[in-house]
């Protein structure tokens, strides 16, 4: 009678260890599985993106060779009137408007959000706002900055910077810290405008990084949303006299 007992006592650890090891097997295999869907999951949009992304520069390219015949369409034009004051204003235009790289002398401005949260400190102290971009970019113009940019987005009358979460958006493409500020003009003046602005000592009090540097020779892409332009005047009428 014990050793019938024994058996049962036996089969039923057997059933039990076989439950077990048909449940693990399962599991592993399951797990498997769903490693092997999530990276051909992976894969797929990692090439997605790389279409995407090639169609993008496709696009870019294909806006930079139709600005460049119509600038040079322009000034073929602008030649052909032997006009050299409307050849001087029309370089003032293309340079001010941001349709061209530029190179000069200014200063680099690096912000970073604070590293750590200081005890009882908001967090919307310690990071970067769209209102302090603004802040020290109107202290830049104050300034006499001829061109500036924001993370090589050239920065124009028609740029806006608006907070996306941690991010921000800068001529319709996202960016996220630290952000790189490249101003061109007067050094010293630029320098002297950034230290002395309060908005920046208040950034800094809140550990908020900021690094300024003065820099013999900048170069500044042109506008990217230069291809669009119409997106950006699409509400206006000229005015018949």
Not at 6 to 21: P, T
Not at 91 to 101: A, F
Not at 126 to 153: F, P, T, Y
Request: proline share 3%; net charge negative; with cysteine.
């Amino acid at each position: 009678m014990k050793k019938t007992g024994s058996q049962y006592i036996f089969l039923i650890v057997f059933l039990i260890f076989g439950i077990v090891v048909a449940v693990q097997i399962k599991s592993t295999l399951n797990a498997k599985r769903l490693i092997a869907s999530n990276t051909l999951s992976a894969d797929m949009l990692k090439e997605d993106l790389a279409k995407a992304q090639k169609e993008t520069d496709d696009l870019n390219a294909a806006i930079d060779e139709n600005l460049i015949v119509m600038n040079n369409t322009i000034k073929s034009f602008i030649d052909q009137q032997n006009d050299e004051k409307l050849s001087v204003d029309w370089e003032k235009v293309i340079i001010t408007t941001g349709l061209v790289d530029v190179k000069g002398p200014g200063i680099t401005i690096k912000l970073d959000d604070a590293p750590a949260r200081e005890p009882d400190t908001p967090v919307n102290w310690l990071i970067i706002h769209d209102q302090d971009i603004k802040v020290i970019l109107n202290e830049l113009k104050k300034a006499g900055a001829q061109a500036i940019s924001i993370n090589s987005e050239r920065i124009v009358p028609m740029s806006e910077q608006v907070c996306a979460g941690p991010t921000i958006l800068i001529n319709g493409n996202r960016h996220s810290v630290p952000y790189y500020i490249e101003a061109i003009g007067d050094p010293e003046l630029l320098y002297e405008s950034i230290s002395n602005c309060s908005r920046v000592a208040e950034m800094t009090e809140f550990n908020i990084r900021v690094e300024i540097t003065k820099v013999k020779e900048l170069q500044l892409s042109k506008f990217s949303g230069a291809g669009k332009l119409d997106r950006y005047i699409s509400g206006l009428e000229e005015i018949k006299k």
